[in-house]
């Protein structure tokens, strides 16, 4: 893990580097019109990870073709005590929290099985669109935070409950204490319950097409007409 006061320390930093940028005319420009969420996102995030590669030691995973790989697990890594640290970098406009991914449970699971990684850090920067601008930036590591993620095995993607995050954030929840072993355990707990919903949804699936097509074959013949061809919303 990183240490707390350089948790904190970036944070800070990162803080007063968009306290400053977003009071710039071409933040107020981009946070305009329509489609504000994903400039401001594509935005934030490079200008964030590129101040991460600037102000401390960090590397990118890359490719055999030395390329950055597009699905890494951290959009950057960075250096504390000799080891990295992958960090994914988020960006939240206004009031949206909805349920952001975040990384590959297996992808995440596998790296702690290997003793690759010992945490996973998200840095985000909530961007309040109105008059003056405003941002509050969180730097936290996720794994200490388990009970406000969710997963899903059909994307097999960890997702963020950010309402609960932030609002846990803003009232000073003191997350739950676990060791990396205890966290692994959690990880995999998800990845159970989500296979487990991921194979019942499938199996009541397959059995409505079981049905319908049960109904089908009772059919005089295969027919094509206007009406069945209603639902195409052909124009």
């Known amino acids: 893990m990183i240490d707390n006061h350089i948790v904190k320390q970036i944070q800070r930093e990162v803080q007063s580097f968009w306290d400053k940028e977003v009071r710039k005319d071409y933040f107020a420009q981009l946070a305009q019109g329509k489609e504000i969420g994903h400039r401001i996102a594509d935005l934030v995030d490079d200008k964030t990870t590129g101040w991460l590669a600037v102000n401390y030691i960090t590397k990118y995973q890359r490719d055999r073709r030395g390329s950055i790989l597009p699905r890494s697990m951290g959009d950057i890594w960075l250096e504390h005590s000799n080891i990295y640290h992958p960090i994914n970098v988020k960006t939240g406009v206004s009031a949206t929290n ?3 991914n975040m990384v590959s449970l297996k992808k995440l699971l596998t790296a702690l099985l290997l003793q690759q990684i010992d945490s996973y850090y998200l840095l985000v920067v909530k961007i309040e669109i109105q008059k003056p601008i405003r941002c509050a930036v969180h730097f936290v590591d996720m794994l200490d935070h388990l009970d406000y993620v969710t ?3 059909g994307p097999g993607q960890i997702m963020l409950k950010a309402r609960a995050f932030f609002s ?3 009232t000073g929840v003191i997350p739950e204490k ?7 355990e959690k990880l995999l707990d998800l990845l159970e319950d989500g296979e487990r919903r ?3 949804n499938r199996k009541r699936v397959l059995l409505n097409y079981r049905k319908r097509a049960q109904d089908y ?3 005089a013949q295969h027919l094509v007409t206007a009406k ?3 639902a195409l919303n052909l124009r």
């Not at 676990?178 to 692994?184: H, I, L, N, P, Y």
């Open 228 to 230: 069945t061809q209603e």
């Open 178 to 184: 676990r060791s990396v072993k205890q966290k692994v």
């Open 168 to 170: 846990a954030r803003a």
């Open 151 to 153: 997963f899903d095995s």
């Open 217 to 219: 074959s009772l059919l």
């Open 198 to 200: 991921l194979a019942e």
């Open 98 to 100: 909805g349920q952001p």
